[in-house]
T-cell receptor, first 112, second 112 residues
Framework: DADVTQTPRNRITKTGKRIMLECSQTKGHDRMYWYRQDPGLGLRLIYYSFDVKDINKGEISDGYSVSRQAQAKFSLSLESAIPNQTALYFC???????????FGPGTRLTVL | RKEVEQDPGPFNVPEGATVAFNCTYSNSASQSFFWYRQDCRKEPKLLMSVYSSGNEDGRFTAQLNRASQYISLLIRDSKLSDSATYLCVVRGPTGGGNKLTFGTGTQLKVEL
């Protein structure tokens, strides 16, 4: 079984819809991250969390919100999706005090 | 100037060739350096950390030049399975949340 899982793996939605992406991990890591990846732009950090209820904005947090209600789960919400949020979204985890991040398989989101 | 810059490639090389990728970073206070590998439509995975003294892992050698703010990755005896995108990754100064900054990646295609 994968240590970091993301659901859904693929999603097509319409402009204005609310959507939630889920991330779960069995690695017991404290730190969790949400990134988006766009062609030519690389991975960009949206939000990160160092512990339950701890939330920090990343480079591109506008239009997104997150929730960390449990150590193993970190969810990303798009309150009102827009087409330029079409991207590949990755969740990642890391153990406190280390730099290595472990990525989930990604969610491909298309906003029409 | 981008925080982490890489030549996007693609680098097309024959099997058995030696290939080198370069990366520059803009923040001289950056603390840690890594190479990640990303296969098409898959999640990034840590390939190796990069140390000031240089380090080797099998066919892969990484070098760091702090004075020039330059990181390199050398792959010897290229295999077809080395075909992927290689991401240069930098961790910022301590106190910045240990966030990682990803380059846009260099694409490698190893051919028969």
């Amino acid at each position: 079984d994968a240590d970091v899982t993301q659901t859904p793996r693929n999603r097509i939605t319409k402009t204005g819809k609310r959507i939630m992406l889920e991330c779960s991990q069995t690695k017991g890591h404290d730190r969790m991250y949400w990134y988006r990846q766009d062609p030519g732009l690389g991975l960009r950090l949206i939000y990160y969390s160092f512990d339950v209820k701890d939330i920090n904005k990343g480079e591109i947090s506008d239009g997104y919100s997150v929730s960390r209600q449990a150590q193993a789960k970190f969810s990303l919400s798009l309150e009102s999706a827009i087409p330029n949020q079409t991207a590949l979204y990755f969740c990642a985890t890391a153990r406190r005090g280390t730099d290595t991040q472990y990525f989930g398989p990604g969610t491909r989101l298309t906003v029409l | 100037r981008k925080e982490v810059e890489q030549d996007p490639g693609p680098f097309n090389v024959p099997e058995g060739a030696t290939v080198a990728f370069n990366c520059t970073y803009s923040n001289s206070a950056s603390q840690s350096f890594f190479w990640y590998r990303q296969d098409c439509r898959k999640e990034p995975k840590l390939l190796m950390s990069v140390y000031s003294s240089g380090n080797e892992d099998g066919r892969f050698t990484a070098q760091l030049n702090r004075a020039s703010q330059y990181i390199s990755l050398l792959i010897r005896d290229s295999k077809l399975s080395d075909s992927a995108t290689y991401l240069c990754v930098v961790r910022g100064p301590t106190g910045g949340g240990n966030k990682l900054t990803f380059g846009t990646g260099t694409q490698l295609k190893v051919e028969l």
